[in-house]
């Protein structure tokens, strides 16, 4: 049985606080977009790509920032805190960006869609853009030098761990490389006359 060290501890918190934090998130975004707003009048579904973005770059610089700002900064923790709540130190970059930005796409498509229903709320595909883009950018800035880092402190405490326990060997044997004892071998058999 191998003993359970710090690093498998840190993990699981680790998962926990990204999990709770990822709940969080969800739940602000939920009051934020799915609350019915009292309007006197309701915008028209927008359904073509990029037609609202150049509708915002038309209001001016300032109003064209705000704007697209809100649209990449909504579910922008996302692309941090699935990761977090995944857990995993050791996965391909790409792999990893894959699955978070559709995993970002398909809650931001769950919201736009959540929000037909909702008085006052409108669909807007570049709702879905931004969001999707602000995900992406995320995980890109944030994921990937925050795994390398926890790799990097992880693999310092193995190699502390494993010179601890066998000061024989040196560092080469880590806490996951325990020695299994020896090989087996099979009696030889007599061949048949």
């Known amino acids: 049985m191998q003993r359970q060290g710090s690093g498998g501890s840190a993990a699981v918190v680790v998962r926990v606080a990204g999990f709770a934090l990822l709940l969080a998130h969800l739940l602000l ?18 359904l073509t790509p990029l037609a609202g973005i150049k509708a915002d770059l038309a209001l001016g610089p300032a109003e064209a920032a705000r704007r697209i700002g809100e649209g990449l900064l909504l579910l922008a923790p996302l692309g941090v805190l699935l990761p977090m709540a995944d857990g995993r130190l050791y996965v391909a970059p790409w792999a990893s960006l894959a699955r978070t930005v559709a995993a970002g796409a398909l809650i931001s498509l769950a919201v736009e869609l959540l929000q037909t229903a909702v008085p006052g709320q409108v669909v807007d595909v570049d709702s879905l853009l931004l969001n999707t883009a602000g995900v992406a950018l995320a995980h890109v800035l944030v994921v990937p030098a925050g795994r390398a880092r926890l790799r990097r402190g992880r693999d310092a405490r193995r190699r502390r761990y494993s010179s601890r326990t066998s000061p024989g060997r040196g560092s080469a ?21």
């Not at 006197?40 to 927008?46: D, E, S, T």
């Not at 880590?174 to 058999?189: A, F, H, S």
């Open 29 to 46: 975004v939920a009051w934020v977009t799915l609350r019915p707003l009292d309007v006197a009048w309701v915008m028209a579904p927008n």
């Open 173 to 193: 044997l880590l806490r996951d490389e325990q020695p299994q004892g020896t090989t087996p071998t099979i009696p030889r058999v007599g061949i048949a006359p």
